[in-house]
């Protein structure tokens, strides 16, 4: 038989050739930009959509999987004009080629983001975006610099912020155009200026560079290369608060911080007054506590001591230690209340002066102040109960020494008569009588033969 086909060297299936024309159209083409009209587009409930990409002369179909793109802030429909960027793709199953959609933006934006990933393939390159070029921001700032438009509600925003959060900053606001031809440049030289040393004003502690949300064009100034390099070089942290939380510019990888708006921005930056008076009130009342446990367990001991002591003299002593103790304890009281009331003091005037000045100093000093306090008062509490405790050893060793139980050990006996009286003189005795002598281990009986006589 004739081979009709003798070039064939076999048969592929419908699979198998889709597959190939499927690799070959993903090396070829690979992902590319495209722009056209929407047609017949449909949101599935699986979250993807899908539609048709159109121009006068042909039609490719595409698809949007779900969770490859932010929400689009034009609703997608039927003849809205779109660059999107995407994998050409085979969808097997069907045997028709598509686009796999991956970046989608409205038409004339194609070449701006073209040139926004070169930028920042250039200077990621180049070492600007690197993490551990970043610097902390200062903790208490007491002066920062806010570089934006003087009008409109970005500047309003942040100003409101700071002076709910913290009344005494500083605030010196850099104003310049955020939006047109030229704007990168002033924002650059705001950047330089503000972090030279000028009489007019002193050193600020970090800046922030601000705008309000926009599309890709309104926001391009913060994209250029002169207004990254001014960031990178600038001697004080920067914090980029530009356009929306979905909004990302240039500046906001070369910034030390990126803050998702510029109120966010003005969140950041400072602490909360209100959060540190509320840890302030927390710390007195962990004094105040440790305080009074350390005394009651003071007592407890000083009870327990006294119980176990049988001499009166000292039970007397041990009761003028407590009633000593109790007056200390009093005038601990007193005091301890008149530097609560004097740091209560301190703190209401310092919430009127952190109004017209530095909270940063303000708090440092007064936290220094309650912790020298607190030392004070852990030392003089401390040294009081230890003079205390030697005074009370000191006594309960003489009574060991001078007590009738350490005379007994050394060889000596007490004798009582039968009403228990203690003998002192022979002339309390007389013959026939009952007496009870008392030795170190014991108590024994004896009668007396004779009255003794009276020794020389």
């Not at 230690?321 to 301190?346: H, I, N, P, V």
């Amino acid at each position: 038989m004739t081979d009709l086909f003798p070039n064939v060297a076999r048969v592929l299936s419908v699979a198998e050739l889709t597959r190939s024309i499927r690799g070959i159209l993903e090396t070829r083409f690979g992902a590319v930009w495209v722009q056209g009209e929407i047609s017949n587009y449909k949101l599935l409930p699986s979250g993807h959509q899908y539609f048709t990409l159109k121009d006068g002369r042909a039609a490719i179909s595409c698809v949007i999987f779900r969770n490859t793109l932010p929400p689009f802030p034009v609703p997608l429909n039927d003849g809205l004009q779109v660059q999107v960027y995407g994998q050409v793709t085979v969808f097997e199953a069907r045997g028709q080629y598509q686009l796999n959609v991956q970046i989608l933006q409205t038409r004339g934006a194609g070449l701006l983001q073209a040139k926004f990933e070169a930028l920042k393939r250039k200077l990621e390159a180049e070492g600007l975006f690197a993490m551990e070029r970043k610097r902390a921001l200062p903790k208490f700032p007491r002066r920062i610099g806010v570089i934006t438009s003087p009008s409109g509600a970005v500047i309003r925003d942040i100003l409101n912020v700071l002076r709910r959060r913290a009344p005494g900053l500083q605030v010196l606001i850099n104003p310049v155009r955020v939006q047109g031809v030229g704007a990168a440049f002033e924002i650059a030289s705001a950047v330089r200026e503000l972090n030279a040393p000028n009489e007019a004003w002193e050193a600020l502690d970090l800046l922030i560079v601000a705008r309000g949300g926009g599309s890709i064009e309104d926001l391009w100034e913060f994209n250029e290369e002169v207004l990254a390099r001014a960031i990178f070089h600038s001697a004080l942290p920067v914090v980029s608060a530009v356009g929306h939380e979905v909004d990302f510019t240039i500046a906001d990888f070369v910034a030390d911080l990126r803050a998702p708006t510029p109120s966010a921005a003005a969140e950041l930056i400072v602490p909360d007054v209100r959060e540190l008076e509320r840890r302030v009130q927390e710390l007195r009342n962990c004094v105040e506590k440790c305080t009074r446990t350390f005394l009651q367990q003071a007592h407890q001991r000083l009870t327990v001591l006294s119980e176990k002591t049988l001499a009166r003299e000292l039970r007397q002593r041990l009761r003028d230690a407590q009633q000593q103790l109790d007056l200390a304890r009093d005038t601990l009281g007193r005091q301890l209340e008149r530097s609560r009331f004097a740091a209560k003091t301190r703190l209401t005037n310092a919430r009127v002066v952190l109004k017209a000045c530095n909270p940063a100093r303000e708090v440092a000093a007064r936290a220094q102040q309650l912790l020298a306090s607190r030392r004070r008062l852990a030392e003089c509490s401390k040294a009081r109960l230890t003079s205390k405790r030697e005074s009370w050893q000191r006594m309960a060793e003489l009574v060991r020494v001078l007590g009738p139980e350490a005379t007994l050990d050394r060889g000596y006996s007490i004798t009582r008569d039968a009403a228990g009286q203690i003998i002192r003189s022979v002339n309390a005795v007389a013959g026939r009588m009952k007496i009870r002598s008392r030795v170190r281990d014991g108590e024994f009986y004896s009668t007396v033969e004779d009255r003794p006589s009276l020794g020389i």
